[in-house]
C-alpha cells in the first residue's frame, strides 16, 4: 500500500513567520505534488517535483517554495506566512503506471494569524 | 486553460440513487477521475475512465462519460451514509497534469 505522510496535521503560525511542510513517500516515485485546497475551489497546484532537485512551478506558486533533496521528500516552504495562506495543504505522489492515479497524504491544515 | 465545474452539494436520503454531475473544458483530456475525500482525511481514488469510453461500472458505482458534451457523471446507487464525503472530479490533459474540479460535497440522511 501506497502511504504518503505529512509532518503535521494541523499548524497555527503568526504572520511573517518561516513555514516549512514535509511531505515523505515510500513507494519510491518520481513525481510529487503540493496542492492547496480551498471550499469550493477545490486543489490548485501550487509546485510539483518530477525529480529529485528537480521542481515546476503549478498554478499559484506566489509566496511558496519547494525542496527536493531526495526522491521520497518534498517540503512546501511559506517564506514569510501571510493571513490568505491560511488554508488545507495536500501532497501527492505519483508513479508511472497507466492510471497515473495520485496518492495523497491526509492534509496539514495551517491558520496564519 | 482548463476548467473543472461541480456542484457545491447534494443531499439525498439513504438507500436512494446519487449522481454528481462535472463538465470540463479541456478536449484533450485523456482520463477523467472521481476521487473521494472523507472528513479529516486526503483524497482517494474511486474510480476512473479513459477518454474513449462512454460508460464504467464497478460495484454501486457507475461514471457516465459524454465527451461530446464535456460532461461526466457519477452514480451512486443505494447510497449509504459512510458514503456521505467530498467528491472531486479531475481531468488528466496530455501533460498528464491532474485539474480538479471544486467538489461536490454528499450529504446522505438516514
Known amino acids: 500500500d501506497v502511504k504518503v505522510t505529512q509532518s503535521s496535521r494541523y499548524l497555527v503560525k503568526r504572520t511573517g513567520e518561516k513555514v516549512f511542510l514535509e511531505c515523505v513517500q515510500d513507494?519510491?516515485?518520481?513525481?510529487m505534488f503540493w496542492y492547496r485546497q480551498d471550499p469550493g475551489l477545490g486543489l490548485r497546484l501550487i509546485y510539483f517535483?518530477?525529480?529529485?532537485?528537480?521542481?515546476e512551478k503549478g498554478d499559484i506558486p506566489e509566496g511558496y517554495s519547494v525542496s527536493r533533496e531526495k526522491k521520497e521528500r518534498f517540503s512546501l516552504i511559506l517564506e514569510s506566512a501571510s493571513t490568505n495562506q491560511t488554508s488545507m495543504y495536500l501532497c501527492?505522489?505519483?508513479?508511472?503506471?497507466?492510471?497515473?492515479?495520485?496518492?495523497f497524504g491526509p492534509g496539514t491544515r495551517l491558520t496564519v494569524t | 486553460g482548463e476548467d473543472v465545474e461541480q456542484s457545491l452539494f447534494l443531499s439525498v436520503r439513504e438507500g436512494d440513487s446519487s449522481v454528481i454531475n462535472c463538465t470540463y473544458t479541456?478536449?484533450?483530456?485523456?482520463?477523467l477521475y472521481w476521487y473521494k475525500q472523507e472528513p479529516g482525511a486526503g483524497l482517494q481514488l474511486l474510480t476512473y475512465?479513459?477518454?474513449?469510453?462512454d460508460m464504467k461500472q464497478d460495484q454501486r458505482l457507475t461514471v457516465l462519460l459524454n465527451k461530446k458534451d464535456k460532461h461526466l457523471s457519477l452514480r451512486i446507487a443505494d447510497t449509504q451514509t459512510g458514503d456521505s464525503a467530498i467528491y472531486f472530479c479531475?481531468?488528466?490533459?496530455?501533460?498528464?497534469?491532474?485539474?480538479f474540479g471544486g467538489g461536490t460535497r454528499l450529504m446522505v440522511k438516514p
Open positions: 479541456d478536449s484533450s483530456s485523456t482520463y
Open positions: 479531475a481531468e488528466r490533459n496530455a501533460g498528464n497534469m491532474l485539474t
Open positions: 501527492a505522489s505519483r508513479g508511472t503506471g497507466r492510471v497515473n492515479e495520485q496518492y
Open positions: 517535483s518530477y525529480d529529485v532537485k528537480m521542481k
Open positions: 513507494m519510491d516515485h518520481e513525481n
Open positions: 475512465i479513459f477518454s474513449n469510453m
